[in-house]
């Protein structure tokens, strides 16, 4: 019997794309481009981290992945120009879809599993007005790897004291879906673009297309 969910966050509960307008702000005409190549770079950062077991923090990895991305595209901005990029993933938009779905679980224990230093994962939290709806706020900075490191999932394990059979994870990233299966936790794949199921040799538990859907798919 599910028990509790965890949530990611990044992709999941906040929309990553709302950087796009102080990244077309400060860049008029490339803000699209740069939005797509920074974050793909910055989830390519958090792997190659992992694997090297040189770990920084999501703030700097997301940092770099900005920078990595500028330089890509030929954009030279300044420091101050960088700042206030960067500051856009302290105040990330909720999906839409979201506060609905978080109410329609009841009492079903609520927490989050992410990539997200503490102090952007406080931020987020905050600036969404959802404090104290979730019982964990879990970071990776607590093991100093990234997902999908089973460690990462352990910490669900760990904090929430069930069983991972018990525990289900919710995620728009296939590839966390893949990780948290891999592990032993329930999996469901929040896939909003409809994207083809990677080929990593799992199925999730549930498949849906909107947070609307999945008080059904978890009952």
Request: aromatic share 10%.
């Given at each position: ?27 008029p ?35 770099d ?11 030279a ?6 700042e ?9 938009s ?26 952007m ?24 790897a ?29 590839w ?12 469901y ?31």
């Amino acid at each position: 019997m599910l028990k509790a969910l965890v949530f990611d966050v990044y992709g999941t509960l906040f929309d990553v794309r709302s950087v796009l307008g102080r990244c077309e702000e400060v860049f008029p005409g490339r803000g699209a481009d740069l939005t797509a190549l920074w974050r793909a770079k910055q989830l390519e950062y958090t792997w190659l981290r992992s694997l090297m077991s040189r770990y920084e923090d999501f703030w700097q990895v997301t940092r770099d992945g900005l920078i990595f991305a500028c330089r890509t595209l030929g954009l030279a901005p300044s420091d101050d120009q960088i700042e206030h990029v960067m500051a856009s993933y302290l105040t990330l938009s909720l999906f839409p879809d979201i506060a609905a779905a978080l109410g329609a679980l009841g009492s079903l224990p609520c927490s989050i599993l992410s990539n997200g230093s503490p102090t952007m994962l406080d931020s987020v939290v905050r600036h969404a007005e959802l404090e104290g709806r979730f019982r964990h706020v879990l970071s990776v900075h607590e093991v100093g790897a990234y997902k999908p490191s089973p460690a990462v999932y352990q910490l669900a394990e760990n904090h929430i004291g069930l069983a991972r059979d018990e525990i289900g994870l919710v995620s728009s990233n296939c590839w966390d879906v893949a990780g948290a299966k891999a592990f032993g936790l329930r999996a469901y794949w929040l896939n909003r673009q409809k994207a083809p199921l990677e080929a990593l040799g799992f199925e999730p538990d549930g498949v849906i297309h909107s947070a609307a859907e999945l008080v059904s798919v978890v009952a």
